[in-house]
């Protein structure tokens, strides 16, 4: 199911205290950028990931957080993505401070 364009509005303003949010589709879901950084991505399932990697990741695994996986050749390769925590996904605040970690983490 492709994002709506009322979905891409709410997560430009959902992480909009990361700065200027623009988004790019791809394959029935959304790339999510802040300042020109991607830092997140929308499923076509609707499901919101943050880019991880290092500690963070390590964190974000030992929350319980699932990785993006893809699957080629019969291989499956984790795409350095996590779940965002359940209750960022309704309150910016968090997501922002979410956001924020994985802006870190990727600098």
Excluded: C
């Excluded at 290092?54 to 957080?65: K, P, V, Y």
């Excluded at 990785?67 to 350095?80: A, C, I, L, N, W």
């Amino acid at each position: 199911m492709a994002v709506s364009d009322e979905e891409i509005a709410f997560l430009k303003d959902h992480f909009s205290g990361l700065g200027h949010i623009t988004t790019r589709k791809m394959m029935g879901g959304l790339t999510i950028y802040a300042n020109g950084q991607i830092f997140a991505l929308r499923r076509s399932d609707g499901q919101l990931y943050i880019k991880a990697k290092g500690a963070f990741a390590d964190e974000l695994a030992a929350l319980g957080q699932k990785p993006f996986t893809m699957e080629r050749d019969g291989v499956t390769r984790s795409m350095g993505y996590y779940t965002l925590p359940g209750e960022a996904v309704d309150d910016p605040d968090l997501a922002v401070a979410w956001g924020r970690r994985a802006l870190a983490a990727l600098g």
